[in-house]
Every structure is written in C-alpha cells, then in structure tokens.
Nanobody
Framework: QLQASGGGLVQPGGSLKLSCVADGFTLDYYAIGWFRQAPGKEREEVSCIRESDDYINYADSVKGRFVISSDSARKMVSLQMNSLKPEDTAVYYC?????????????WGQGTQVTVSS
C-alpha cells in the first residue's frame, strides 16, 4: 500500500514536503517515484529513487527545486518541494516499480493535491 500525504495550498516561492509510506514494499527491491497530473495535462514523472544503488532522477522541470529522499527503516520516501511555482499545481501520486525507475510504475497510491497560488 502506498500512502501519500503532505499536499496543500502554498504561495508561489513556498515549500511543501510530500511523504509516501510504502507499506508492504521493501525499498531494496522497489523504486519509489512521484508522478503528477494537472488538469488538462498529461501525467508527468517528477522524480524516482532506487535505494539499492542510490539512483535518483528528476524531471527537468523540477531539477534544483525538488529533492527526493528515502528512509528504508520507516519505508518512507519524501519529496521536498522548494521554490514552488503555479505550474507545479497538480495531484501528486506515489508509485512503486520493480527494481527500476523505468517510468512505468507497477503500483500507484492515492493522490495528494498540491496547489500553488497567491
């Protein structure tokens, strides 16, 4: 089960931290990612982390602003989002893939809404 939390309303330039509890997933064997979908737009992979070899990737649109991290003991993956922009507004989903950050998740959690607006 993938439980995402931490969404909310924030002003442009602000920060939010999303958390995903990957209950039932061993982070050595699964890559955990974050996707987002804004109204009228295609779903976009934001970031992915593979703890087994410390592999991390980010979408170009969030590089330098978002930081993904994992805590295997707590089975938690976090996404620290800084310098938020209105275009970051979307529903954010936590996902899990077998081993690789391939961009095609095997499992999806429920979404959490992030709204960036003044």
């Amino acid at each position: 089960q993938l439980q995402a939390s931490g969404g909310g309303l924030v002003q442009p330039g602000g920060s939010l931290k999303l958390s995903c509890v990957a209950d039932g997933f061993t982070l050595d064997y699964y890559a955990i990612g974050w996707f987002r979908q804004a109204p009228g737009k295609e779903r976009e992979e934001v970031s992915c982390i593979r703890e087994s070899d410390d592999y991390i990737n980010y979408a170009d649109s969030v590089k330098g602003r978002f930081v993904i991290s994992s805590d295997s003991a707590r089975k938690m993956v976090s996404l620290q989002m800084n310098s938020l922009k209105p275009e970051d507004t979307a529903v954010y989903y936590c996902t899990a893939e077998h081993y690789y950050c391939s961009g095609v998740p095997n499992y999806w959690g429920q979404g959490t809404q992030v709204t960036v607006s003044s």
